[in-house]
């Protein structure tokens, strides 16, 4: 288990690669610049400072393609309405500014390792699941 993938989307692409910098000694920071693939790769996708309507697209397909992906968002300010709209949909925690680099890459840590439950559990499932069917399969009855 090594450091959380995390990519980063930002209206401003100077301060999406300034928070990519500070994180980078911690996790592992993904360029996500016309590129479909990091959000694919990441752990954790960290939405910087969207307009809300841009946002609430963006979760959307996060979570029609994978979803058990964890979101972070971070916003300059949030009505309480819109704040409660994003956890509803699903993001893992929302973030006010300023919000400091230790706050930031906690709240990335206790994110991926909520997608990482998510997945040994599903992991566990199916090995029950396959264990179960080959335990009542005719194949298994015979060899037994």
Do not use: C
């Not at 994978?66 to 916003?75: C, D, H, Q």
Request: aromatic share 2%; charged share 30%.
């Amino acid at each position: 288990m090594g450091a959380p993938r995390v990519a980063v989307l930002s209206r401003d692409p100077a301060l999406a690669e300034s928070l990519r910098a500070s994180l980078a000694a911690v996790i592992v920071s993904l360029p996500v610049e016309g590129s479909g693939d990091a959000l694919d790769d990441a752990d954790v996708i960290v939405l910087e400072d969207l307009d809300h309507e841009e946002e609430e697209r963006v979760i959307a397909r996060l979570r029609s393609s994978a979803p058990l992906r964890e979101v972070v968002v971070i916003a300059s300010h949030r009505p309480m309405e819109k704040a409660l709209s994003a956890l509803r949909s699903g993001v893992f925690v929302v973030l006010t500014y300023p919000v400091s680099t230790h706050e930031l890459v906690n709240e990335i840590a206790r994110a991926a390792a909520r997608k990482r439950r998510a997945e040994a559990r599903i992991r566990q499932l199916e090995s029950e699941e396959s264990s179960r069917r080959e335990s009542t399969s005719p194949a298994f009855r015979r060899n037994s």
